[in-house]
C-alpha cells in the first residue's frame, strides 16, 4: 500500500521560501502512477485544495497560490514537492500531501476543488507558520 510522508514544514518570516517534500514508499507503483496533490487545513477552518497533478502532468494551483507556490514531482526520487513563495501569514496551516488511487477526477482542477475528499493515500502532515 501506498504510504506517503511529508516534510519541509517549518516557522518562517512573511516573504520567505519553503520547499515542502513528499516521499512515497511501500508501492508497486511509482508515484507517477497517482494522481497527487498538496491540501492544507488552517485552524479551525475546512481544508483546502493548494495544488494538484494529474497522472498525465497537468497541474492545477488554486486562487491566491498562482504564481507563489510550484508543484512537481521527481520519478527517479519518488517524491511529490511543493515550492512555495513570497510566503504570507495566511498560508499557516499543515499542509498534506495525498494520492488517488482509482481515478476520479477528469481534471488537477476537479481534484483540487474537492478539497482532499476521494483521495486514498494521506500523509500525516507538516506544519508550516508564517509568521513574524
Known amino acids: 500500500q501506498l504510504q506517503l510522508m511529508e516534510s519541509g514544514g517549518g516557522l518562517v518570516q512573511p516573504g520567505a521560501s519553503l520547499r515542502l517534500s513528499c516521499a512515497a514508499s511501500g508501492s508497486g507503483f511509482g508515484l507517477d502512477y497517482y494522481a497527487v496533490g498538496w491540501f492544507r487545513q488552517a485552524p479551525g477552518k475546512e481544508r483546502e485544495g493548494v495544488s494538484c497533478m494529474t497522472r498525465g502532468g497537468s497541474t492545477n494551483y488554486e486562487d491566491s497560490k498562482v504564481g507563489r507556490f510550484i508543484i512537481s514531482r521527481d520519478s527517479a526520487k519518488n517524491t511529490l514537492y511543493l515550492q512555495m513563495n513570497n510566503l504570507k501569514p495566511e498560508d499557516t496551516a499543515v499542509y498534506y500531501c495525498?494520492?488517488?488511487?482509482?481515478?476520479?477526477?477528469?481534471?488537477?482542477?476537479?481534484?483540487?476543488?474537492?478539497?482532499?475528499?476521494?483521495?486514498?493515500?494521506w500523509g500525516n502532515g507538516t506544519l508550516v507558520t508564517v509568521s513574524s
Open positions: 495525498a494520492a488517488e488511487g482509482s481515478p476520479r477526477f477528469p481534471t488537477a482542477q476537479a481534484m483540487c476543488a474537492a478539497r482532499g475528499h476521494g483521495m486514498d493515500y
